[in-house]
């Protein structure tokens, strides 16, 4: 991993900590937001709306769906930051 990789990894991690309530050190790429992180369909958007502030993008409804874990949302941040 490169170092925007890891810094866009980094802040993912946060912004899940700080929206979800969850410690840090208990996310993992592969949690799931909801079945994991205990998440609910109103968090998820929250989390969305969140990603998008913090990262200056958008994400379409039809992408925002198919963000369902942490490494959904750590790979498509990347791709739309590399395509900037």
Do not use: R, W
């Not at 991690?13 to 309530?21: C, I, K, M, S």
């Not at 769906?65 to 590399?82: G, L, P």
């Amino acid at each position: 991993m490169n170092d925007e990789s890891n810094d866009i990894k980094d802040q993912v991690f946060q912004t899940v900590a700080e929206h979800l309530g969850v410690e840090k050190s208990k996310i993992a790429e592969s949690s799931s937001f909801i079945d994991d992180l205990g998440a609910d369909s109103l968090d998820t958007v929250e989390l969305v709306m969140a990603f998008e502030e913090k990262f200056g993008c958008e994400i379409p409804d039809d992408a925002a769906e198919k963000i369902t874990t942490v490494q959904d949302a750590i790979n498509y941040i990347t791709e739309v930051k590399s395509k900037k």
